[in-house]
């Protein structure tokens, strides 16, 4: 079975600081993996995604993310934060050949002035 | 394209009482999923299918039932609802696997439903 894990269930940040945000992941198979977000009362957006290409993935509003195999990792990272990035995100799993998501728990994030 | 859009909004049940929840989504996605969101664990996947006429059973499908009679429109059902089905109920879609992002799943933007 695929699961993903993600490290710390809330993250501050400054305003202009570093967004790091952790996934782990556990799978028996080549993942597809996914980050998601969701801004307050509304719905999930993807934000990036990996599907066996390159290892570093661009995506919206200045993220990126990294697939380390060793790791068997898949960090979400913004440079410099900004006030509309405080949402909840979500990393999420699936089997290259598969249809079905399972999701990580959410990491809150709140960016302070 | 509206995307998938989800009806109702907001719902208040009292206990046993029965309701449906209406997902539908205008983009011709074959695969559809009903999820339901609660605090500290994620999203869980209650219910899906993968094509007019078909469905099966997710992560937590006991107490939900399901159908999917047009290709465009999931349709969830709560029989008897529980406290313990107050929720967030969300909808996605996506076109079966294969290349040129159609594994991305797209989501509606929620059902908030509390059960007293």
């Known amino acids: 079975a695929q699961s993903v894990t993600q490290l710390g269930s809330h993250v501050s940040v400054s305003e202009g600081a570093l967004v790091l945000l952790r996934c782990n992941y556990s799978?028996?198979?080549?993942?597809?993996l996914f980050w998601y977000v969701q801004y307050p009362n509304q719905g999930l957006q993807l934000l990036l995604k990996?599907?066996?290409?390159?290892?570093l993935v661009k995506g919206i509003n200045g993220f990126e993310a990294e697939f380390k195999k060793s790791e068997t990792s898949f960090h979400l990272t913004k440079p410099s934060a900004h006030m509309s990035d405080a949402a909840e995100y979500f990393c999420?799993?699936?089997?290259?050949?598969?249809?079905?998501?399972?999701f990580g728990a959410g990491t809150t994030v709140t960016v302070r002035a | 394209n509206a995307g998938v859009t989800q009806t109702p909004k907001f719902r208040v049940l009292k206990t046993g009482q029965s309701m449906t929840l209406l997902c539908a989504q205008d983009?011709?996605?074959?695969?559809m999923y009903w999820y339901r969101q609660d605090p500290g664990m994620g999203l869980r996947l209650i219910h899906y299918?993968?094509?007019?006429?078909?469905?099966a059973k997710g992560e937590v499908p006991d107490g939900y039932n399901v159908s999917r009679l047009k290709k465009q429109n999931f349709l969830l059902g709560l029989e008897s609802a529980a406290p313990s089905q107050t929720s967030v109920y969300f909808c996605?879609?996506?076109?079966?696997?294969?290349?040129?992002?159609?594994?991305?799943?797209?989501f509606g933007p929620g059902t908030r439903l509390t059960v007293l």
């Open positions: 999420a799993i699936a089997r290259s050949n598969d249809y079905k998501l399972s």
């Open positions: 799978s028996s198979v080549p993942p597809y």
């Open positions: 983009m011709n996605h074959e695969y």
């Open positions: 996605a879609s996506r076109q079966p696997p294969g290349g040129g992002g159609r594994d991305t799943q797209y």
């Open positions: 990996y599907t066996s290409a390159a290892t």
């Open positions: 299918s993968v094509g007019e006429g078909t469905t």
